[in-house]
């Protein structure tokens, strides 16, 4: 069994919307791995160049972690912190070639196929409202 993995996604905020980019199905944060050696601050930034092609920005305040444990499939652990984060130049129109990018509403966020466990995440933070 291997060690639990460590990763961080990064909630970019533009007024009431959401940077969210769509993996596969489901909408997500543009998250990563935290690579040996490397910083969660850097791991954030990394994540926003790699995933949505944005070259400036800077790692915020962290707001909290998740947990999933699947052990019917992989067997995997996986430890999530989330981090809001700033880009530096507000013109930029973030775009990837691996995945449709956009700027979600908060309030649409709720509705839509999100990654496991992201609604609650961010429900539990007051980020969006989701009916219990």
């Known amino acids: 069994m291997s060690q639990p993995a460590v990763h961080v996604a990064a909630l970019v905020v533009s ?4 940077l969210m980019l769509r993996q596969q199905k489901n909408w997500a944060l543009p998250a990563t791995a935290v690579r040996y050696g490397e910083t969660l601050a850097e791991a954030v930034v990394r994540a926003l160049g790699e ?14 972690w998740s947990e ?25 129109q973030p775009a990837s070639q691996t995945a449709e ?3 979600i509403p908060s309030w649409d966020a709720a ?14 933070h007051g980020l969006i409202e989701t009916l219990i």
């Open 15 to 18: 007024g009431n919307d959401f």
């Open 51 to 64: 995933q949505v092609g944005v070259a400036e920005a800077i790692c915020g305040p962290f707001i909290g």
């Open 111 to 124: 509705e839509l196929g999100l990654a496991d466990g992201l609604a609650e995440f961010l429900g539990e």
């Open 68 to 92: 999933s444990i699947d052990t019917d499939t992989s067997q995997s652990h996986t430890l999530s912190m989330y981090f809001r984060a700033v880009l530096l130049d507000s013109t930029t």
């Open 101 to 103: 990018v956009r700027w």
